[in-house]
């Protein structure tokens, strides 16, 4: 499922972003208006690994449909009767573990497929994405993308300790008739670098669904922060001069291609609607310094904040505090005169002044 054919035609869509779940917005379909209709990149119970005979009587659960919150489609999942009792509506960008026994699936990362894993070696922060939901009473979806190295599946079935990170967002039993955001943070285990991705999306509660739960999801999205640390929290800037200083920078995943990490200054309220550029670093690292200047005039405060910026929706800037003073230091000069001392008089000539030097 993942091609380069297909990175090409997303790639100006996310020329300034960081590693993200293949078509997360569900534009592009394979199986178009038969049973195993799915978005491409996903796989559902359709397409699992139990054989012709299981998929052959697995019902369709997952459609393409033209409710979209952004782009022309959006996934809708549905809970459907089945030969073994109610089947909930999944899809997963690994590939479902099925049997006749509901309760023995599992989705899990097909290591030695690439139609059935997703590639995956940042760290992000948090997850979005959007959904509209038609629950029945006491039933709701789930989404959940675990990071991990090796083998890997959800539920855990023995791959714990090869988790890396996961973020997990069920929402309440409700009826949800307009397109609405979610987020979650990913919590992590361990310091370790992922090597891929598990995403799955249901429309009901894993074995306890109903039938006809639907569930519509959209734009799914990983949020990478990116964290700033300036070489000082305090800055001297007067009428006719600036401050100069640096902000080291970091984030959990590097842009595709190089672009622009923006250090910018807020008002003395600490809002950035209007902010001030005071540096820019051109690159495609997840990290770096860059060179800022206060500018001159700026009014001092203690309410600042510095941030580093990019141009993709999919990197947030975290703020920092940062005080502006225009105090002025006044500094002492003492002065050591040089020259002979005289007994009669008893003082020394001041040779400096006489010679009209100060």
């Not at 996310?14 to 917005?25: F, M, T, W």
């Not at 309220?269 to 206060?294: L, Y």
Request: net charge negative.
């Amino acid at each position: 499922m993942r091609h380069t054919a297909l990175s090409l035609l997303l790639m100006p869509t996310l020329v300034l972003a960081q590693p993200q779940i293949s078509n997360s917005g569900f534009e592009t379909w394979t199986g178009l208006g038969g049973a195993t209709e799915e978005p491409s990149e996903w796989s559902s119970i359709k397409t699992s690994d139990g054989g012709s005979l299981i998929n052959q009587l697995a019902p369709q659960v997952c459609w393409q449909d033209a409710d979209a919150h952004t782009g022309s489609y959006s996934v809708r999942l549905e809970t459907v009767s089945a030969i073994i009792g109610a089947a909930n509506g999944i899809i997963t960008t690994g590939r479902v573990h099925a049997e006749l026994t509901p309760e023995n699936g599992y989705v899990f990362t097909d290591q030695g497929n690439t139609q059935w894993n997703q590639a995956m070696t940042s760290r992000p922060d948090s997850m979005i994405g959007w959904y509209k939901a038609m629950p029945n009473a006491g039933d709701h979806g789930k989404v959940e993308i675990i990071l991990h190295t090796g083998a890997g599946s959800i539920p855990e079935n023995g791959t714990f300790g090869n988790w890396v990170g996961r973020a997990r967002w069920e929402p309440a039993s409700a009826t949800v008739t307009t397109w609405t955001r979610f987020s979650v943070p990913f919590f992590y285990y361990n310091s370790n670098t992922p090597q891929w991705a598990l995403a799955a999306l249901t429309a009901g509660d894993s074995l306890v669904s109903t039938v006809g739960t639907k569930a519509w999801y959209d734009d799914i999205g990983l949020i990478y922060n990116i964290n700033a640390v300036p070489s000082t929290n305090v800055a001297m800037v007067t009428g006719g001069m600036g401050f100069n200083f640096t902000i080291d920078w970091s984030t959990g995943g590097a842009p595709l291609f190089a672009s622009n990490f923006t250090a910018e200054l807020s008002d003395a309220s600490g809002s950035f609607a209007s902010p001030t550029t005071i540096g820019v670093q051109n690159t495609a690292n997840a990290s770096g310094t860059i060179n800022c200047t206060i500018p001159a005039g700026t009014p001092a405060g203690t309410g600042y904040k510095v941030r580093v910026r990019n141009a993709s929706s999919f990197y947030a800037p975290v703020p920092v505090n940062m005080t502006i003073s225009s105090d002025q230091v006044l500094v002492s000069a003492k002065l050591f005169l040089d020259g002979p001392y005289d007994n009669g008089s008893q003082t020394m000539t001041d040779q400096l002044r006489a010679g009209g030097l100060i």
